[in-house]
């Protein structure tokens, strides 16, 4: 299981790489190349605070909107069996089928985690 680091509502990764014996990661669920490395774990640490500061930072210099981790949509391929199915839960749960996606999915991760 893979650890993430969090701060300011971003999520870094953390890696180690045998070769440099560093720690290392990179800032997740944005498209934006933001890494950082430490020689142990509370640099680390700093170093992805300090990388999403920075990444903020420039953002509000520049006036560009930051990249956010999730915009709340996502494009999904499925069985076309599933799809029915999940048609006839939302309209039988009186929901859209966004709503009962949502749903769903919420109670999977619920009974997962």
């Known amino acids: 299981m893979s650890e993430l680091l969090k701060y300011k509502g971003y999520h870094g990764s953390v890696e180690y790489g045998l070769e440099s014996k560093m720690l290392f990661g990179k800032v997740q ?29 420039m953002c509000a210099d520049t006036g560009v ?3 956010v981790p999730a915009s709340g949509m996502f494009n999904v391929r499925i ?34 985690a």
């Open 79 to 112: 069985d076309k069996a599933l799809h029915r199915q999940i048609q006839i839960y939302a309209m039988e749960k009186g929901v859209t089928m966004n709503a009962a996606v949502e749903r769903l999915l919420a109670q999977a991760i619920k009974t997962n």
């Open 29 to 57: 669920f944005i498209s934006q190349d933001i890494k950082y490395t430490g020689k142990t774990v509370n640099e680390l640490i700093g170093a992805f605070e300090q990388a999403v500061d920075g990444y903020l930072q």
């Open 65 to 67: 909107e930051p990249l």
